[in-house]
C-alpha cells in the first residue's frame, strides 16, 4: 500500500512539474477562488439552516402553549375529550409528527399516533418522560430540543400543563421541519457542491487540455528551437494539431527544412572552398600556417613542415611556440602575442637564420586576420619564405661588388700614381725611367682592360641570352689558342702540345665561346707552369676503339678517371659525345680549393702569392660550358698538374633543334671531379 502511495505521490509530482509556472499559479488561484467561494456558500446554507431551525422551534414553542392551553383542563376532567380534541387537532395539523401527554409524574397516559391495542399497551407498559428535576418549578416556559430521527430532523417541545395554578402533567410535541426551507437548504448545498466539483473537473480538464494541446507542442517547439539554434536543422515537431498551432508546427518545419538545404549548401559550398584553400596553400612554395588567437596552429602547408621539420607530425591543435625552433621563437614570441592582442595591426617581418632542420635563411611575415566588421582578431597568418638563396645572391653579390672595386681600385692606383709621378716629376726623371713608368701604366691599363672584359663576359654570359649554335670543327679554334700562346710559351720555355684525333666529327657550340674557353684555359696553365713544362690540348671521340687512357701514354699528364663520362643531361647519352682536355703540369690545384676554382674572384694565388689575375677566368668557363648543356670538370693534384676536361655532342641534323628547345635560362651547378688517386702516364 506504502509503495502504491508512494508511486502515485512521484507520478502526481511529476505531472505536476511538467506545468509552467504561470500554469502553476492558474492553479492554486482557482484552488483558492473555489474554496473561497465553497466557505461561502455553506456559510450561506448554514445559515439559512440554523434559521429554519429557530423557526421550526418558534413554531413548536407557539403550537405547543396553544395547545396546552385548551387541552390543560381537560387533563382531571375528561381525559376521553382529550384524546378526540388531540386526534383532530393531529388530523388537522400536517407539521406534527406525534403528540405525547404525561402525568405529573413523567408518566405517558396517551399519546398520537396510536392504536387501541398501543394504548392499552402503553398505558399497561407504563412509559416514562423523562424530564430535568427541577422542571414542575419553571412551568412559564416551554423546553425545545431538536434531534435527529431515520425519517429526518424532529423537533420537540414539551409544554407543562398547569391549570388554575396546578401543575397537572407535560405536553411533549414532535414537529416537522418546514419543508420548503430543508428542500431550500438541501438545494443550496447540492448547488454548492455541484459548482465545487464543476469547478475542479474544469480545472482538471483544462490543465489536461492545456498539457495535450497547448504545454506539449509548447515545449516541442522549445526543444525544436534550441535544438536548431545548437546547429541540428534535422529537427522537426510531428504533432496533430489545427488552428494557430497546427499552422505554427507547420511553419517551424519548413523552416527547419529550409535551414537544412542551406545548412548542406553552405557546407557543400565551404567544403569546396576550404578544398580550394588548402590546395592553394599546399602547392605555394611558401610556407604557411594559420594560428587562433591561442596561438594554437590551425592549418600548416607542407613548404612550412619542411623548413620547420614538421614532417610526419600532428601539429595541428598545438601551440605554435612549442614547435619552433629556438632561434625563430626567440624572434616572434612577443609580437605575435601582441597581435593576438590587438596591439600590433600591421604585422611584422623577421630575417632569420636556421640551423636546424635545415641550413636556411627564411623571411617570416605575420599578418593579422580580422572578422568581417575588421574590428576583432580571429587569428594570425604566418608566411614563411625560403630566401636563402636570395641571402646567397646578395652575398656573392656584395662580394662581387667588392671584389670588383677592390681589383678596379689597384690598377687605377698604380696607373693614377705613376701618371702623377711623370706629370710632377718627368723632368727629373731619365728616358729610361719615363718608359718604365709608361710600361707600367700600360701594363696596368691591359689589366683593367682585361678585367673590365671579364666581368662584361661573365655578366652577359650569366644573364638569360641565347645564342646561336652551329656545328664547330674543334681543329680550329684549338689552333688560333695554340698560335696565340705559342710566343708566351716558347718565353717561358713550356712546350705545347695539340693532340685532335683525326677525322674528329664537328660538335654543336658556339665558335667564339669556345675559343674564349680555350684561350682561358690555356692562359691558366700557361700562368702556372713553370719552366720546362707542358701545356697540352686534347680532343677525341668518346668510345673509340682505343680506351681512354691509353690515348696518351706517352703525355705526363693526368687523366680523367675511366669512368667519367657526362651524364647531366639523359638526351645526352642519345648522342656521340667529344671529349676535350686542357692539361697541364703545373703547381696543381690543392684539394681544399678544388669546390671554389670556378667561384668569381677565386684565384689560386691567393694562396701561394706568386702570380695575378682577374679570377673570373675560370667563372667564365664554367658559364660557357653550361651553355653547351654541359659541365666542366678537373682532376688536380699539388705539385704534378691540372686537367680539365668537358664533353661536347656530337654535330646531328636534329641536334640543332634540341639544343634549341633546350632552357639556356637555368645553369646547373658544376660537378668537380676531384680525382686524389688520378694515373699518371
Known sequence: MLAFLSQIRATIASWWSEFTLQTKLMAAATLVVS????????????????????????????????????????????????????????????????????????????????????????????????????????????????????????????????????????????????????????????????????????????????????????????????NISSGNFKQRVDLPLGGELGELIA?????????????????????????????????????AVLLDIDMQVVLVNPTARRLFGWEGKPVEGVNLLRLLPSPVQAEITRPLYQIAKGELREGAEFRIALKEPLDRTVRILLTTVLDLSRENVKGIAMTVQDITREAELNEAKSQFISNVSHELRTPLFNIKSFIETLHEYGEDLSVA????????????????????NDVLDLSRLESFKLYNFEPVDLAQPVEQTLRTYRLNARDKGIELVQDIEPSLPSVVGHYDLLLQVFTNLVGNALKFTETGGKVAIRAYLLGSDRPMHEQHEKQPFLCPPAESVNTTDAQNLDFQMVRIEVSDTGIG???????????????????????????LGLSIVRNIIEKHHSHVRLVSEVGIGTTFWFDLKVFQENTLAESDETDHSQPSETLIGAQTSSVVT
Do not use: C
Open 35 to 226: 474554496l473561497i467561494m465553497s466557505g461561502l456558500t455553506f456559510w450561506a446554507v448554514n445559515t439559512i439552516q440554523e434559521d429554519a431551525r429557530l423557526n421550526d422551534t418558534r413554531f413548536g414553542r407557539d403550537l405547543g402553549l396553544l395547545l396546552a392551553a385548551n387541552v390543560a383542563p381537560l387533563v382531571d376532567e375528561n381525559r376521553t375529550e382529550l384524546a378526540r380534541f388531540s386526534h383532530r387537532f393531529y388530523s388537522s395539523t400536517s407539521s406534527i409528527r406525534y403528540m405525547l401527554y404525561a402525568d405529573a409524574e413523567g408518566n405517558i397516559f396517551f399519546g398520537i399516533p396510536f392504536s387501541e391495542s398501543e394504548v392499552q399497551n402503553s398505558l399497561t407498559i407504563r412509559r416514562k418522560i423523562h424530564l430535568p428535576d427541577n422542571y414542575a418549578e419553571h412551568t412559564d416556559a416551554p423546553m425545545v430540543r431538536q434531534h435527529m430521527t431515520p425519517d429526518g430532523e424532529v423537533t420537540d417541545v414539551f409544554v407543562p400543563l398547569v391549570d388554575e395554578g396546578g401543575y397537572k402533567g407535560v405536553l411533549a410535541i414532535g414537529t416537522n421541519p418546514n419543508p420548503t426551507v430543508v428542500t431550500s437548504s438541501h438545494l443550496t448545498r447540492d448547488v454548492t457542491i455541484a459548482v465545487f466539483v464543476s469547478i475542479w473537473v474544469m480545472v482538471i480538464l483544462g490543465a489536461v487540455f492545456n498539457a495535450l494541446t497547448i504545454t506539449k507542442p509548447i515545449k516541442e517547439l522549445l526543444f525544436g528551437v534550441k
Open 251 to 287: 511553419s517551424f518545419n519548413e523552416m527547419a527544412e529550409k535551414l537544412e538545404r542551406y545548412e548542406e549548401q553552405n557546407i557543400e559550398e565551404l567544403t569546396a572552398e576550404k578544398a580550394k584553400l588548402e590546395t592553394l596553400v599546399s602547392t605555394i612554395a611558401d610556407g
Open 433 to 452: 725611367e719615363q718608359r718604365e713608368f709608361l710600361d707600367t701604366a700600360n701594363r696596368e691599363t691591359d689589366r683593367l682592360t682585361r678585367l673590365v
Open 589 to 615: 690545384i690543392d684539394m681544399d680549393d678544388q669546390s671554389a676554382i670556378f667561384d668569381r674572384f677565386f684565384r689560386v694565388e691567393n694562396r701561394v702569392h706568386t702570380l695575378e689575375g682577374t679570377g
